[in-house]
């Protein structure tokens, strides 16, 4: 059984840090892994898919790594912004008609 | 205009009640889903369809029931409420396509409370 796990669950750093999230996951034998953001009380926003194939995938400020003989991912945010403050949720697709688990989360605070 | 709405937004009931939440959206994927959230437990999967014949449970099915109206209408029923269903409940859609990314897509999500 697949199981997804974010360290920390919380995370206060400085406004201008670079910084890196963690994900990682029991079964390396994935389908792809989506990195979500959720502001409080909201609903979760895309914001990087990382097929099986794929090493890593851009975005802006954003990026994320996969390296599934480790059964790990990485966010790494570039140049946080107070604005950035969120919980990010990563979740691991295991095949291609099989469910999505979601890792509980890690909850960030950039301080101004 | 959202792709993936969910109706209602907010909802406060009693024990015992029957409360059905609706999602529908535009975006002309063939799966949707739908999760629960508590504080603490994170993202759990109730039931999912990967189109409008196809339904199945998900890790915490028991005291929910669904209903795939047609490809962009897919509905949550609790058939008699209890206070543990109190959570934080979302839809979401995805679709294979032609690049067979399966990309998932959440709505706003439905506060539900059960008194």
């Known amino acids: 059984k697949q199981e997804v796990t974010q360290i920390p669950a919380a995370l206060s750093v400085p406004e201008g840090e670079n910084l890196v999230l963690n994900c990682s996951f029991t079964?390396?034998?994935?389908?792809?892994l989506q990195w979500f953001r959720q502001d409080p009380g909201k609903g979760l926003t895309s914001l990087l898919l990382?097929?099986?194939?794929?090493r890593e995938q851009t975005s802006g400020r954003l990026n994320a790594s996969l390296d599934k003989s480790s059964g790990r991912s990485t966010l790494y945010i570039a140049a946080s912004q107070p604005g950035d403050s969120a919980t990010y949720l990563c979740?691991?697709?295991?095949?291609?008609?099989?469910?999505?688990?979601f890792g509980k989360g890690t909850r960030l605070h950039i301080l101004p | 205009d959202a792709d993936v709405t969910q109706t209602p937004r907010n909802r406060i009931t009693k024990t015992g009640k029957r409360i059905m939440l609706e999602c529908s959206q535009t975006?002309?994927?063939?799966?949707m889903y739908w999760y629960r959230q508590d504080p603490g437990l994170g993202l759990r999967l109730i039931y999912y369809?990967?189109?409008?014949?196809?339904?199945n449970k998900g890790e915490i099915s028991d005291g929910y029931s669904v209903s795939r109206q047609a490809q962009a209408k897919f509905s949550l029923s609790l058939e008699s409420a209890i206070p543990n269903q109190t959570a934080l409940y979302f839809c979401?859609?995805?679709?294979?396509?032609?690049?067979?990314?399966?990309?998932?897509?959440f709505g706003p999500g439905t506060r539900l409370t059960v008194l």
């Open positions: 979401a859609t995805s679709d294979f396509g032609l690049a067979g990314v399966n990309e998932q897509f």
């Open positions: 079964d390396s034998a994935i389908y792809n």
């Open positions: 990382i097929q099986s194939s794929q």
């Open positions: 979740a691991v697709g295991s095949g291609r008609d099989d469910k999505i688990i």
């Open positions: 975006k002309g994927h063939d799966r």
């Open positions: 369809s990967f189109d409008v014949k196809d339904i």
